[in-house]
Protein backbone atom coordinates (compact mmCIF):
# COMPACT_ATOMS: atom_id res chain seq x y z
CA UNK A 1 0.00 0.00 0.00
CA UNK A 2 1.20 3.21 -0.83
CA UNK A 3 0.90 6.22 1.30
CA UNK A 4 1.94 9.91 1.84
CA UNK A 5 2.32 11.40 4.91
CA UNK A 6 2.07 15.37 5.75
CA UNK A 7 3.60 17.57 7.91
CA UNK A 8 3.11 19.42 9.81
CA UNK A 9 -0.84 17.69 10.60
CA UNK A 10 -1.59 21.72 11.92
CA UNK A 11 -0.32 25.01 11.07
CA UNK A 12 -1.08 28.07 12.73
CA UNK A 13 0.71 31.36 12.08
CA UNK A 14 1.26 35.03 11.52
CA UNK A 15 0.72 37.30 8.46
CA UNK A 16 3.87 38.02 6.64
CA UNK A 17 5.37 34.38 7.88
CA UNK A 18 6.87 32.02 5.56
CA UNK A 19 5.91 27.98 5.79
CA UNK A 20 7.17 24.74 4.45
CA UNK A 21 4.68 21.69 4.19
CA UNK A 22 6.14 18.31 3.61
CA UNK A 23 4.44 15.04 1.37
CA UNK A 24 6.77 12.12 2.33
CA UNK A 25 6.30 8.49 0.87
CA UNK A 26 8.50 5.41 0.63
CA UNK A 27 7.22 4.94 -2.41
CA UNK A 28 7.58 6.03 -5.98
CA UNK A 29 5.12 8.24 -7.74
CA UNK A 30 4.49 8.93 -11.46
CA UNK A 31 3.22 12.14 -10.74
CA UNK A 32 2.36 14.07 -7.43
CA UNK A 33 -0.57 16.94 -7.25
CA UNK A 34 -0.93 19.60 -4.27
CA UNK A 35 -4.64 20.60 -3.70
CA UNK A 36 -6.33 23.13 -1.53
CA UNK A 37 -9.76 22.15 -0.06
CA UNK A 38 -12.29 24.75 1.49
CA UNK A 39 -14.32 23.26 4.43
CA UNK A 40 -17.32 21.65 2.68
CA UNK A 41 -16.17 21.97 -0.84
CA UNK A 42 -13.62 19.90 -3.22
CA UNK A 43 -10.19 20.20 -3.76
CA UNK A 44 -9.24 22.57 -5.95
CA UNK A 45 -6.02 21.56 -8.15
CA UNK A 46 -2.54 23.99 -7.43
CA UNK A 47 0.11 22.11 -9.21
CA UNK A 48 0.97 19.07 -10.93
CA UNK A 49 4.91 18.09 -11.10
CA UNK A 50 5.94 15.23 -12.71
CA UNK A 51 9.93 15.22 -13.47
CA UNK A 52 12.24 14.28 -10.30
CA UNK A 53 14.13 17.32 -8.88
CA UNK A 54 11.20 19.77 -10.68
CA UNK A 55 10.31 23.07 -8.85
CA UNK A 56 6.97 24.82 -10.01
CA UNK A 57 6.07 28.80 -8.94
CA UNK A 58 2.66 29.79 -8.49
CA UNK A 59 2.88 33.45 -7.05
CA UNK A 60 4.08 32.92 -3.36
CA UNK A 61 4.08 29.49 -3.61
CA UNK A 62 6.88 27.05 -4.44
CA UNK A 63 6.60 22.96 -5.11
CA UNK A 64 9.45 20.90 -5.52
CA UNK A 65 9.47 17.48 -6.59
CA UNK A 66 12.13 15.33 -4.80
CA UNK A 67 14.63 13.96 -6.95
CA UNK A 68 13.92 10.30 -6.25
CA UNK A 69 10.10 11.41 -6.83
CA UNK A 70 8.84 9.67 -3.29
CA UNK A 71 8.48 13.17 -1.86
CA UNK A 72 7.66 16.61 -2.35
CA UNK A 73 6.95 20.06 -0.76
CA UNK A 74 5.15 23.27 -0.97
CA UNK A 75 7.05 26.54 0.46
CA UNK A 76 4.81 29.28 0.91
CA UNK A 77 6.33 32.62 1.30
CA UNK A 78 4.77 35.89 3.22
CA UNK A 79 1.54 33.72 4.19
CA UNK A 80 -1.92 35.68 3.76
CA UNK A 81 -5.07 35.19 5.73
CA UNK A 82 -6.48 33.90 2.25
CA UNK A 83 -3.89 30.84 2.35
CA UNK A 84 -5.79 29.25 5.24
CA UNK A 85 -7.38 26.10 4.66
CA UNK A 86 -6.59 22.22 4.18
CA UNK A 87 -3.44 21.26 1.59
CA UNK A 88 -3.55 17.72 0.24
CA UNK A 89 -1.05 16.60 -1.62
CA UNK A 90 -1.85 13.49 -3.94
CA UNK A 91 0.66 11.02 -5.84
CA UNK A 92 -0.57 8.62 -8.70
CA UNK A 93 0.28 5.10 -7.86
CA UNK A 94 2.43 3.21 -9.90
CA UNK A 95 1.24 1.11 -12.18
CA UNK A 96 -2.27 2.45 -11.16
CA UNK A 97 -4.96 4.89 -12.74
CA UNK A 98 -5.91 6.54 -9.21
CA UNK A 99 -4.40 9.42 -6.97
CA UNK A 100 -3.77 8.35 -3.60
CA UNK A 101 -3.69 11.80 -1.40
CA UNK A 102 -1.65 12.53 1.82
CA UNK A 103 -2.71 12.91 5.19
CA UNK A 104 -3.17 16.53 4.31
CA UNK A 105 -1.71 20.23 6.44
CA UNK A 106 -4.65 22.33 7.84
CA UNK A 107 -3.27 25.77 7.48
CA UNK A 108 -4.26 28.94 9.58
CA UNK A 109 -3.14 32.27 8.94
CA UNK A 110 -3.92 35.06 11.23
CA UNK A 111 -4.00 38.35 10.37
CA UNK B 1 -17.02 27.71 -17.46
CA UNK B 2 -18.74 24.70 -16.68
CA UNK B 3 -17.84 22.67 -13.78
CA UNK B 4 -18.82 18.96 -12.35
CA UNK B 5 -21.92 18.58 -11.26
CA UNK B 6 -23.17 16.76 -8.57
CA UNK B 7 -26.36 15.80 -7.14
CA UNK B 8 -27.69 15.98 -4.61
CA UNK B 9 -25.91 18.04 -2.79
CA UNK B 10 -27.10 17.02 1.03
CA UNK B 11 -28.63 13.39 1.16
CA UNK B 12 -30.46 12.64 4.74
CA UNK B 13 -30.39 8.51 4.71
CA UNK B 14 -31.66 5.68 7.41
CA UNK B 15 -29.66 2.96 8.03
CA UNK B 16 -29.75 0.30 5.72
CA UNK B 17 -31.67 2.49 3.44
CA UNK B 18 -29.86 2.97 -0.27
CA UNK B 19 -28.75 6.21 -1.96
CA UNK B 20 -27.71 7.35 -5.74
CA UNK B 21 -25.00 9.93 -6.30
CA UNK B 22 -24.78 11.21 -9.45
CA UNK B 23 -22.04 13.12 -11.12
CA UNK B 24 -22.07 15.37 -14.62
CA UNK B 25 -18.14 15.80 -15.37
CA UNK B 26 -17.27 18.75 -17.09
CA UNK B 27 -18.23 18.96 -20.71
CA UNK B 28 -15.87 16.44 -23.13
CA UNK B 29 -13.94 14.76 -20.14
CA UNK B 30 -14.01 11.12 -20.29
CA UNK B 31 -12.82 10.28 -17.09
CA UNK B 32 -14.97 10.04 -13.60
CA UNK B 33 -13.61 9.58 -10.01
CA UNK B 34 -15.16 8.84 -6.82
CA UNK B 35 -13.79 10.00 -3.71
CA UNK B 36 -14.90 9.44 -0.02
CA UNK B 37 -14.05 11.95 2.78
CA UNK B 38 -14.93 11.06 6.59
CA UNK B 39 -14.89 13.92 8.78
CA UNK B 40 -11.22 15.70 9.06
CA UNK B 41 -10.16 12.87 6.90
CA UNK B 42 -8.20 12.87 3.48
CA UNK B 43 -10.36 12.09 0.22
CA UNK B 44 -10.50 8.40 0.35
CA UNK B 45 -10.65 6.77 -3.55
CA UNK B 46 -13.50 4.70 -4.23
CA UNK B 47 -13.63 3.73 -8.15
CA UNK B 48 -13.18 5.19 -11.60
CA UNK B 49 -14.11 5.08 -15.05
CA UNK B 50 -12.47 5.81 -18.72
CA UNK B 51 -14.70 5.91 -21.32
CA UNK B 52 -17.66 3.81 -19.71
CA UNK B 53 -15.05 1.34 -18.05
CA UNK B 54 -14.06 0.60 -14.64
CA UNK B 55 -10.57 1.90 -15.27
CA UNK B 56 -9.37 1.47 -11.21
CA UNK B 57 -10.52 0.35 -7.73
CA UNK B 58 -10.14 1.11 -4.50
CA UNK B 59 -11.42 0.92 -0.87
CA UNK B 60 -15.15 0.42 -2.52
CA UNK B 61 -17.16 -1.97 0.14
CA UNK B 62 -18.99 -4.20 -1.50
CA UNK B 63 -22.60 -3.01 -0.57
CA UNK B 64 -21.34 0.47 -3.22
CA UNK B 65 -21.49 0.28 -6.93
CA UNK B 66 -21.08 2.48 -9.51
CA UNK B 67 -21.46 2.82 -13.60
CA UNK B 68 -20.69 5.96 -15.83
CA UNK B 69 -23.04 5.82 -18.62
CA UNK B 70 -23.27 7.03 -22.37
CA UNK B 71 -23.29 10.45 -21.79
CA UNK B 72 -20.08 10.26 -19.30
CA UNK B 73 -22.19 11.02 -16.45
CA UNK B 74 -21.36 8.57 -13.15
CA UNK B 75 -23.95 6.95 -10.60
CA UNK B 76 -22.90 5.82 -6.98
CA UNK B 77 -25.37 3.37 -5.78
CA UNK B 78 -25.14 2.54 -2.08
CA UNK B 79 -27.11 -0.17 -0.54
CA UNK B 80 -27.64 -1.26 3.82
CA UNK B 81 -26.02 2.22 4.66
CA UNK B 82 -24.41 2.09 7.78
CA UNK B 83 -23.54 5.17 10.14
CA UNK B 84 -19.86 5.16 9.13
CA UNK B 85 -20.75 5.94 5.28
CA UNK B 86 -21.82 9.60 6.56
CA UNK B 87 -18.99 11.83 4.99
CA UNK B 88 -18.40 13.94 1.95
CA UNK B 89 -18.55 12.29 -1.48
CA UNK B 90 -16.88 14.13 -4.27
CA UNK B 91 -16.94 13.31 -7.82
CA UNK B 92 -13.95 13.83 -9.80
CA UNK B 93 -13.76 14.52 -13.73
CA UNK B 94 -10.34 14.67 -16.11
CA UNK B 95 -9.76 14.15 -19.37
CA UNK B 96 -8.03 11.22 -20.06
CA UNK B 97 -6.83 8.45 -17.90
CA UNK B 98 -4.59 9.60 -14.96
CA UNK B 99 -0.95 9.59 -15.28
CA UNK B 100 -2.05 11.24 -19.09
CA UNK B 101 -1.48 14.43 -20.97
CA UNK B 102 -4.23 16.67 -19.22
CA UNK B 103 -5.36 14.37 -16.38
CA UNK B 104 -6.10 17.32 -14.42
CA UNK B 105 -9.24 16.08 -12.29
CA UNK B 106 -11.53 19.01 -11.15
CA UNK B 107 -13.54 18.22 -8.55
CA UNK B 108 -17.07 18.87 -8.12
CA UNK B 109 -18.87 20.30 -5.16
CA UNK B 110 -19.63 16.99 -3.24
CA UNK B 111 -22.10 15.08 -1.63
CA UNK B 112 -23.05 15.48 2.04
CA UNK B 113 -24.34 12.19 2.43
CA UNK B 114 -25.66 12.09 6.68
CA UNK B 115 -27.00 8.55 7.70
CA UNK B 116 -28.64 8.18 10.27
Known amino acids: TQLLEQSPQFLSIQEGENLTVYCNSSSVFSSLQWYRQEPGEGPVLLVT?????EVKKLKRLTFQFGDARKDSSLHITAAQPGDTGLYLC???????????FGTGTRLKVLA | AAGVIQSPRHLIKEKRETATLKCYPIPRHDTVYWYQQGPGQDPQFLIS???????DKGSIPDRFSAQQFSDYHSELNMSSLELGDSALYFC???????????????FGPGTRLTVL
Open chain 2, 49 to 55: FYEKMQS
Open chain 2, 92 to 106: ASSLGLAGSQGDTQY
Open chain 1, 49 to 53: VVTGG
Open chain 1, 90 to 100: AGLASGTYKYI
